[in-house]
């Protein structure tokens, strides 16, 4: 089993919808969390990133992390079809820099 | 400002040779970090430099995989004996200090045939 779950989708939602995504995990010594988007053939983009637990809104965006569950979310209002991506969760532990990454969720706005 | 630079952007070489993959940090990022992401996958840690040490190079897969940072900037990724399975997009990324969110350039899609 892998530290980081992540659903793979696709998930297709219409223009306006709220997205929610999310990933759980099992290392209890995960402490930074981070959202990134990556477009095809792009690199990834980071959204938001948030130390330890609560939540995080950003524009649009909202991050939430729940360490007592081992489940974090991304909620994304208003979406766009600018929106169409793969989300990666992404976290670690005290190093903060050997992200273990879920395996994306392929997200579909459509007008 | 400019981004994480990665060159060559796409990459085909035949298994059994040698290929260098370069990174070009943002200006002033201490911290340099290399991920490989295979199809389908997120990306996975392979090595970690500050400055221009390697830090961390547990994620490397075996002793075929060598990175360097000579004057702590430009890195470069080398693989030599290639083999299929090393086929992969590569994946850079800096950030400012140990510790603070990283920022990925593209990659170089590696296809070893």
């Given amino acids: ?111 | 400002g400019a981004g994480v630079s990665q060159t060559p952007s796409n990459k085909v070489t035949e298994k059994g040779k040698y290929v260098e993959l370069r990174c070009d940090p943002i200006s002033g990022h201490t911290a340099l970090y290399w991920y490989r992401q295979s199809l389908g996958q997120g990306p996975e840690f392979l090595i970690y430099f500050q400055g221009t040490g390697a830090a961390d190079d547990s994620g490397l897969p075996n002793d075929r995989f060598f990175a360097v940072r000579p004057e702590g900037s430009v890195s470069t990724l080398k693989i030599q004996r290639t083999e299929r399975g090393d086929s992969a997009v590569y994946l850079c990324a800096s950030s400012p200090e140990f510790n603070s969110p990283l920022h990925f350039g593209n990659g170089t899609r590696l296809t070893v045939t």
Avoid: H
């Avoid at chain 1, 402490?31 to 637990?53: A, D, N, V």
């Fill in chain 1, 1 to 111: 089993q892998k530290e980081v779950e992540q659903d793979p989708g696709p998930l297709s939602v219409p223009e306006g919808a709220i997205v929610s995504l999310n990933c759980t995990y099992s290392n209890s010594a995960f402490q930074y969390f981070m959202w990134y988007r990556q477009y095809s053939r792009k690199g990834p983009e980071l959204l938001m990133y948030t130390y330890s637990s609560g939540n995080k809104e950003d524009g649009r965006f909202t991050a939430q992390v729940d360490k007592s569950s081992k489940y974090i979310s991304l909620f994304i209002r208003d979406s766009q079809p600018s929106d169409s991506a793969t989300y990666l969760c992404a976290m670690s532990g005290d190093s903060g820099y050997a992200l273990n990454f879920g395996k994306g969720t392929s997200l579909l706005v459509t007008p």
